[in-house]
């Protein structure tokens, strides 16, 4: 049987940091079944999913944690057993000069109507013409499978005038992604 390990890294970037941990999970036996790793702030950040054998799961754990010394903050967690909830796939792009409260903002709409956040991935860049900065962002959701996207797009579109962003919304399924 196999189990999941859901793994977060923090520390220094540096050169190599993914090839050592990779090189760990290998001599476990594991497999690198999907990540998500960023250079934030001269900071490196990953997420990362390994499967491998129940048998040899605590002494990839022991060896992962044993990063540390390194320097690498490292937190491992077991996956579950129960497979997630079948939810219809929605894209959303989101861009505005930048300002605090929008992801929190638009995040609560989310959760208000359900809506997980699967995927967010945000950045901020010099905005053309006006020296300020230009916010993006684009996500992944999961709606309730019995709900409309017409409730949600009416929500999240009085938001977008208040936090004065432009934001759009993709059916993901109908638009074949």
């Given at each position: 049987m196999k189990t999941s390990l859901i793994l977060t890294l923090l520390g220094p970037d540096r050169p190599g940091l993914v090839s050592v941990v990779a090189a760990r999970a290998k001599l476990a036996g594991a497999n690198w079944m999907e990540s998500r790793m960023a250079q934030l702030a001269g900071q490196f950040a990953g997420v990362v999913r390994l499967e491998v054998d129940s048998e040899a799961a605590d002494h990839l754990e022991a060896v992962l944690r044993a990063l540390e010394g390194e320097g690498l903050h490292v937190t491992v967690e077991r996956g579950r057993d129960t497979p997630a909830p079948v939810r219809h796939r929605v894209q959303m792009e989101l861009v505005g000069h930048d300002h605090p409260g929008i992801v929190q903002d638009i995040?609560?709409?989310?959760?208000?109507?359900?809506?997980?956040?699967?995927?967010?991935?945000t950045e901020c860049e010099p905005a053309p013409m006006s020296g300020g900065l230009l916010f993006r962002a684009r996500a992944e959701l999961g709606m309730p499978t019995e709900m409309g996207l017409d409730g949600l797009q009416d929500d999240l579109?009085?938001?977008a005038n208040e936090l004065m962003v432009d934001l759009e919304l993709h059916d993901a399924e109908r638009a074949g992604g």
């Open positions: 995040a609560a709409v989310l959760a208000g109507h359900g809506v997980t956040i699967d995927m967010l991935e579109e009085a938001i």
